[in-house]
């Protein structure tokens, strides 16, 4: 053949098989076999639960997360690197992370009835935060309605107080916390002229509004619920809040026990018995109302209720020219002796904490603490324990073994707290599984259901004393109380409970409450 025409089908065969063998080559890549398919966590939010705190957007390190309209939003998912910290410090469990194309995860809530009594243990009410139905709004309201529930499902005014000793005070309901919740109810213990006292383990009421951030404003959420409680709530900043309040309060003298601790509720016979750190009490209904904060934990060394040991900061700024020592090794300590360290307070501030680094603290925290330290407005302690509290300060163990007394003005112990559940547990609530989006209903509504249509009380300043007959008139209820004065009442009280027959109680009620399941209820306790 012609090397003419040769050549060229050589050379075209060759091609061919190249771009065979190519397109075989190229056939295989384009089938990389089965592949692990990467599933993201995704966040679900349940708005119900979700207060605005903005704690989940403050963690969140690449900034994903934004409050809109108060509530937390995903702006950003692209830049989320999945490490589930906005999910772990969630006070509420309002947001959740689960992988996509699963259901969010269970809430774990109480078993209440529809007035938020406990169904394992009738007559001990759960409201507010710790019943799952956060903001103050609904606090508020929720203290209302289990008061007045409680007056129409056999809570007999005065009935224990035959039983008064110097050893224990009997009171017809006993309100555990002084949030916005336990605040309402007390004033309608007010109103309604029953036997009561708030508990609160704090130094002021409402502490954990109190603690909010300097000027953060209170959002008078949910905006479709009417504040239909006895305690105002209205868009306002939390001094305004709380100084509203402390108002109304002083003018009510409501009986308030501060600094004390309720440890222990029990269900005896008809009756609960409370402990506290300072003593016994007895009453017919129990009210907690004791947020979500939980219990701060202690470090157990003598010396920690002296009054300069506390576990908690609220404002920074209120302390000047001082030598304060902070315990603990979490984001919550290192904040606090950064802001507290602050050159214009010239305080000097110790941070001791018993481990040897700080590995659970957030970057930025740990940039400003250790320029704190070089300017020597903090020293750090690691490997150090607290030994004792003493009036003059504290005697720190030293990482070495040496003891080191160190004299101070203040000392902060912010070594985290432990989560109610467990304890709301102890005391006889029981807790169920729910789908994530699970919601109460309108907590307005409650009160209504019990009193007809109320007042919405948005408005601050009103005089309480003065306005008695307004702000605080009772709405018809059956009720033993009238308007004689208290020592008669409850000496009528006493006689009633011995002539009244026990469902009597209950005739008086608006039919719609003369439940099968309330009677139930009443007949247990009285059991
Ligand atoms: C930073 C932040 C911002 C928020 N912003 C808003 C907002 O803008 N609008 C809004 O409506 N809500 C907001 N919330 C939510 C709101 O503060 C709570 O939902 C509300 O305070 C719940 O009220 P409460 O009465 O149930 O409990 P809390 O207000 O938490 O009060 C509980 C009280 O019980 C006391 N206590 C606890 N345990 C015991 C015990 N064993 N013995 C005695 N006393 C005890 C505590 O010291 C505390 O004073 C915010 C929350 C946070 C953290
Ligand atoms: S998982 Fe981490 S990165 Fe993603 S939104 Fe939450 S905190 Fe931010
Ligand atoms: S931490 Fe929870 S309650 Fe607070 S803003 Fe975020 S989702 Fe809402």
Known sequence: MDPVIIGPLIAGGALALIIAFKVLLSGRKKDPGPQKKVRLLIHSINDDRCTGCDACVTVCPTDV??????????????????????????????????????????????????????????GLYLLGEAAGKPLVK???????????????????????????????????????????????????????????????????????????????KVMAEPYDVRCVGLLPVWDSTKEQAIGEWNRILSEVELNLKMKEVVEDIKRDQASFVIKTDKGTYRAQRVLVAIGTRGKPRRLNVPGEDLDFVQPLLDDPDKYTGRTILVVGGGDSAVEAAIALSAPELRNKVLLSYRGKAFNRVKAKNRQDLDLAEQQKRVLVLFGSNVAEFNRQGATLKLADGRMRPVPLQNAFVLIGGDPPVKWLESIGVRYVQKPHSYQRGATDQLVERLLGRQPENNRPGQAVSTELSSFFQAPAMPSLVGDRPVMAQRRERKEATIMVPKEAFLLHLPEKLKLDAEAQKVSDLRR
Do not use: W
């Open 138 to 216: 609904n606090a508020v309201n929720l203290g209302r309605a289990a008061i007045e529930h409680a007056l129409r499902s056999g809570l007999r005014p005065g009935a224990l107080s035959g039983m008064n000793s110097p050893q224990l005070t009997c009171y017809d309901v006993i309100i555990v916390g002084s949030g916005p919740a336990g605040l309402s109810a007390a004033l309608s213990c007010v109103q309604r002229k029953l036997s009561y006292v708030v508990v609160e383990k704090d130094a002021f009421v409402a502490s954990t509004i109190a603690r909010y951030p300097k000027g953060k």
């Open 65 to 122: 997360l934004e409050l809109q309209k108060n509530k937390s939003r995903v702006a950003r998912f692209g830049d989320c690197i999945q490490c589930e910290q906005c999910a772990n410090v969630c006070p509420t469990t309002a947001l959740v992370m689960h992988h996509e194309g699963t259901e969010p995860p269970p809430l774990l809530v109480p078993d209440l009835d529809d007035y938020y009594q406990s169904n394992a243990t009738p």
